[in-house]
């Protein structure tokens, strides 16, 4: 059976989902199951009208493979493991692709594993190698490995790798801008923030504005282009030189989930304008979410790894449709959509709804966040060409815009009540809205 839609991948990224997560869900919940296989018929039954039936099911049997791979039999306990770093921060990064010593044998553990340092205030990148010994923890969250280190080290392996971190960390901390506001954004890490501006900020329901995305990707990338395009340089070349520049970005961040999935789209995305083969942004997303389940099966436990994906397929569906409206309609319609995808995931994790985060959304954009990261950037660039009073000028003013935006949130926060919703009403709900986003799929797949 020929596709008959343009964006085939997506529902077969949905497929492996629905899959991984049905075999998860028969070892903690049968309820759970019956509820998810409901879901996953229903899903097929839409889907076998727009993709081939039988890759449908060989996707969604691959994400049962996939997960009866994951090693969750090990026993919690005193442990030696060693990895390569694949996010970095100061006090627990988190690792993969290594082995762990077990009652004196040692075995490969791919599943990324988090450690928490034995000295908080150290500092660790991407890229390096990492040893620790501690105590083991299992859990049915991402990441499902917990490392309690009680000794560690660490050394160079791939420094090109962790060289954009520690230069971004060491520039925001010289002007004293690493716990701030603008530090945050631009390093998409909220861990730096005051405890009392990181729980408002959650609260209040734009806390997606501070994980760098599709928003910190799009800018870096159209800051890139801009750049590059006063030389006289070539489409390819310069889509290359795009790409690379943003891996560093992207390196320097962390990188988070969310990162790795807008960098990974970009990137499919400038292959596929490279060799002039157009390909539906849907499927982009499709093939980005495929890779990154295959390289980390366990990844799809991540809540970050669940917002990123919905939220942006949602965006994908419904924002063409409003593409002949104005800027305002869009970025309203923006924060609406957005916030709909979210709310299944929201409710079943954290209980809780922001009736304000569209507007605040909306609002903290143009703000804070833009100027931000906009400010951030001149600051580096003018630090490496050693203009000291502009530098100066540029960290005083994000400091005092920082404070701006605490002073804000604490205000608005207290004025504006959060919504709770939890058993019953909140599975109700998100069942239904995940129902709504295949319905969505099928409709928009097959217009006139």
């Known amino acids: 059976m020929k596709s008959n839609t343009e964006f085939p991948l997506i529902y077969y990224l949905f497929a492996i989902i629905l899959g991984g997560l049905s075999i998860l869900l028969a070892f903690s919940s049968p309820a759970g199951t019956i509820a998810l296989l409901s879901l996953s018929t229903a899903a097929f039954l839409i889907s076998q009208r727009s993709v081939n039936r039988f890759l449908w099911l060989a996707f969604f049997l691959a994400g049962l493979s996939l997960q009866m791979m994951v090693p ?53 990148y991407t890229g390096q190698i990492i040893w620790a010994a501690g105590n083991m923890e299992v859990r049915s969250i991402f990441p499902l490995y917990v490392i309690d280190s009680v000794a560690d080290g660490h050394f160079e392996r791939f420094r090109l790798l962790s060289l954009p971190g520690r230069y971004s960390r060491d520039k925001l901390k010289k002007y004293g801008l690493l716990d701030t506001m603008a530090g945050s954004v631009f390093l998409g890490d909220r861990r730096s923030m005051e405890s009392g501006t990181r729980n408002e900020v959650s609260n209040l329901g734009f806390a997606h504005l501070f994980a760098v995305s599709g928003l910190h990707i799009g800018m870096m990338y159209l800051f890139a282009n801009y750049a590059l395009s006063r030389f006289l340089l070539g489409r390819r070349t310069k889509l290359m030189l795009s790409v690379s520049l943003i891996f560093l970005y992207t390196m320097a961040t962390g990188p ?98 922001s009736v304000a985060s569209i507007p605040l959304t909306i609002l903290m954009v143009p703000l804070f966040i833009i100027p931000s990261y906009i400010g951030v950037i001149s600051l580096m660039i003018f630090d490496a060409l050693n203009f000291g009073p502009i530098c100066d000028f540029l960290a005083g003013a994000l400091k005092q815009l920082s404070r701006i935006f605490e002073i804000s949130t604490e205000t608005i926060s207290g004025l504006i009540p959060v919504m709770r919703l939890e058993g019953v009403g909140a599975y109700l709900v998100s069942l239904s809205l995940l129902f709504c986003v295949f319905f969505s799929l099928w409709h928009f797949g097959h217009k006139p």
Do not use: C
């Open 72 to 124: 969750r039999k090990i026993e919690p306990g005193g442990i030696e493991y060693t990895g390569y770093v694949t996010r970095g921060g100061t006090g627990f990064v988190e690792a993969s692709e290594g082995k762990i010593l077990i009652n004196g044998n040692w075995r490969s553990l791919r599943d990324t594993v988090q450690i928490r340092l034995s000295k908080s205030n150290e500092e660790l």
């Open 256 to 353: 988070s989930i969310s990162a790795m999935r807008s960098f990974l789209m970009l990137a499919i995305y400038s292959f596929f304008k490279f060799i002039d083969y157009r390909q539906h942004p849907l499927n982009v997303l499709g093939l980005t979410g495929i890779l990154m389940m295959l390289s980390q099966p366990s990844i799809i436990v991540s809540i970050s790894f669940q917002l990123s994906f919905f939220a942006t397929a949602m965006l994908l569906i419904f924002l063409p449709v409003f593409t002949e409206h104005n800027f305002m309609f869009q970025a309203f319609m923006t924060g609406v959509i957005a916030q709909i995808a979210v709310i299944p995931l929201s409710l079943n994790v954290f209980g809780t709804i």
